[in-house]
């Protein structure tokens, strides 16, 4: 079995080198970069990756235009900003049958997340030894693989308010994965088999300053606007814009333990609210433009 790494990219510098290190056990690594005006093409090319360049189309677009591009088994797919763990590298050497850095692998607990909802691939131990350097096999029938995320904020891990394990779906067969056509928080659609989970985590560090974070989010709430208005969602003012973010706070910040993670966590999650309140306020401007006699001509 063969990976390949998919990573897209605009202007990401600062960011790719140590996301391009942490995959150098990977087949090949494909980056799809959208005209970076900075070294970005440079240092992705003298890491060894296959470097492509499109126009951007958008998130989903771009990502799905990235894997048609891999030619591996598998693909792992990656924001510029994100790095694998050594346990998560580790761990898909393990389920892709390379043995290369096993040594330290003693048992698919290092690798899975063992759940009694994983009974497909419970059955199928039964069928195969547990040992470091054997992979794992085809018959647990595993298309997809969940992986933790570790978000880093201002210095800090965020560990609770629901920010931790955050699984996302990132590893998939190449014919079993494709990113949803959303404008924002795109997902992995998975077909032709099962989902499991994996232990260790991709390492998100995508917001060391406080000014990067308002920009993202402030792009990031208009693009989810126009994703609401396009699915034809019709927030309710008051409900949305001043009942849903207060409740959004309260939930994360206290009932998920938010405080905990100090002075950060209060930080991240008030914008986050604000955040809430934003996409929602955004997407009723945006339907009162359409329904206003200028908006319609």
Same mark, same amino acid.
């Given at each position: 079995?063969?990976?390949?790494?998919?990573?897209?990219?605009?202007? !990401?510098?600062?960011?790719?080198?140590?996301?391009?290190?942490?995959?150098?056990?990977?087949?090949?690594?494909?980056?799809?970069?959208?005209?970076?005006?900075?070294?970005?093409?440079?240092?992705?090319?003298?890491?060894?990756?296959?470097?492509?360049?499109? +126009?951007?189309?958008?998130?989903?677009?771009?990502? %799905?235009?990235?894997?048609?591009?891999? *030619?591996?088994?598998?693909?792992? +797919?990656?924001?510029?900003?994100?790095?694998?763990?050594?346990?998560?590298?580790?761990?898909?050497?393990?389920?892709?049958?390379? *043995?290369?850095?096993? !040594? %330290?692998? =003693?048992?698919?607990? !290092?690798?899975?997340?063992?759940?009694?909802?994983?009974?497909?691939?419970?059955?199928?131990?039964?069928?195969?030894?547990?040992?470091?350097?054997?992979?794992?096999?085809?018959?647990?029938?595993?298309?997809? $693989?969940?992986?933790?995320?570790?978000?880093?904020?201002?210095?800090?891990?965020?560990?609770?308010?629901?920010?931790?394990?955050?699984?996302?779906?990132?590893?998939?067969?190449?014919?079993?994965? =494709?990113?949803?056509?959303?404008?924002?928080?795109?997902?992995?659609?998975?077909?032709?088999?099962? *989902?499991?989970?994996?232990?260790?985590?991709?390492?998100? $560090?995508?917001?060391?300053?406080?000014?990067?974070?308002?920009?993202?989010?402030?792009?990031?709430?208009?693009?989810?606007?126009?994703?609401?208005?396009?699915?034809?969602?019709?927030?309710?003012?008051?409900?949305?814009?001043?009942? =849903?973010?207060?409740?959004?706070?309260?939930?994360?910040?206290?009932?998920?333990?938010?405080?905990?993670?100090?002075?950060?966590?209060? *930080?991240?999650?008030?914008?986050?609210?604000?955040?809430?309140?934003?996409? $929602? +306020?955004? +997407?009723?401007?945006?339907?009162?433009?359409?329904?206003?006699?200028?908006?319609?001509?």
């Amino acid at each position: 079995m063969s990976l390949s790494v998919v990573i897209v990219t605009h202007n !990401e510098e600062q960011n790719l080198p140590l996301s391009l290190a942490s995959v150098g056990f990977a087949d090949e690594v494909i980056v799809l970069d959208s005209g970076s005006t900075d070294r970005t093409v440079e240092l992705a090319r003298a890491a060894g990756a296959k470097v492509f360049t499109e +126009a951007w189309k958008g998130y989903a677009a771009q990502k %799905n235009s990235a894997i048609d591009k891999a *030619t591996g088994d598998w693909v792992l +797919a990656l924001d510029a900003d994100e790095v694998v763990s050594p346990g998560l590298a580790r761990a898909i050497r393990r389920l892709i049958g390379s *043995t290369a850095g096993m !040594e %330290n692998v =003693r048992s698919l607990s !290092e690798t899975m997340l063992l759940t009694f909802s994983d009974r497909r691939f419970l059955r199928s131990l039964l069928r195969q030894t547990d040992t470091a350097f054997q992979p794992v096999d085809a018959r647990c029938g595993f298309v997809a $693989y969940r992986i933790p995320f570790k978000h880093h904020f201002l210095g800090h891990w965020l560990r609770f308010g629901g920010m931790y394990p955050d699984r996302k779906t990132r590893l998939f067969r190449r014919d079993s994965g =494709r990113f949803g056509a959303r404008a924002v928080h795109e997902s992995v659609t998975v077909t032709g088999g099962a *989902t499991a989970s994996l232990t260790h985590a991709i390492l998100h $560090y995508g917001y060391p300053t406080f000014a990067g974070y308002l920009a993202a989010m402030d792009r990031y709430s208009s693009l989810a606007a126009q994703q609401m208005v396009a699915d034809g969602r019709r927030p309710i003012p008051f409900l949305d814009t001043v009942l =849903r973010p207060a409740l959004t706070f309260l939930g994360r910040y206290l009932f998920l333990l938010g405080f905990l993670d100090g002075p950060a966590g209060l *930080t991240f999650h008030f914008h986050h609210s604000l955040y809430i309140r934003a996409k $929602y +306020a955004k +997407a009723i401007a945006l339907i009162r433009q359409n329904q206003s006699p200028q908006g319609t001509q």
